[in-house]
């Protein structure tokens, strides 16, 4: 029997975070073998339907921008709500992604939260809407380009 190297590589990366969390206690593998390997199979059915490819350069991209994109959007919220008068006019809007696969949908979801005054509030299909802490502020350039870091980590398929 044969495992295949993703498995391995996952359960690899999954006894590594285990380990770190655990500070590298010996004793926590009784609880964290049977939880890595639970782990690691929920992860290999999970993938079993989405066996797409991701792009390592838009990772790579991806991660600068988002680590960028969270220290500017923190930085922004903090200087809006600390003010002594706070500079906000909640709003909605509602941005429609051009994103076709579902995985890179629900990410771009889940990082509009990291833009500058913005919040995931729904999604339903190709449809956001976004919360804005201020919404005299056009939130659309921002968005399209989170969608196109996005769209780079997660190419269509031909």
């Not at 690691?40 to 989405?50: E, I, T």
């Not at 790579?60 to 220290?71: D, T």
């Not at 809007?93 to 005054?117: D, M």
Request: hydrophobic share 50%; glycine share 8%; with cysteine.
């Amino acid at each position: 029997m044969t495992i295949p190297w993703k498995t391995v590589v996952t359960l690899a990366a999954l006894s590594g975070l285990w380990w770190l969390l655990s500070g590298g206690q010996v004793a926590s593998w009784l609880i964290g073998l049977p939880v890595v390997v639970a782990a690691a199979w929920a992860v290999g059915r999970l993938n079993a339907d989405q066996a797409k490819s991701v792009s390592l350069a838009g990772g790579l991209i991806f991660a600068v921008y988002f680590l960028r994109e969270s220290i500017r959007g923190g930085i922004d919220v903090a200087l809006r709500t600390l003010a002594p008068r706070m500079r906000i006019q909640p709003g909605f809007t509602v941005y429609h992604t051009q994103l076709k696969r579902r995985e890179a949908r629900v990410l771009f979801a889940n990082c509009v939260s990291l833009l500058p005054g913005t919040l995931a509030a729904d999604l339903n299909g190709d449809r956001l809407d976004v919360h804005l802490l201020n919404a005299n502020v056009e939130a659309e350039e921002e968005l399209v380009r989170l969608e196109r870091a996005v769209s780079r980590l997660y190419p269509e398929e031909n």
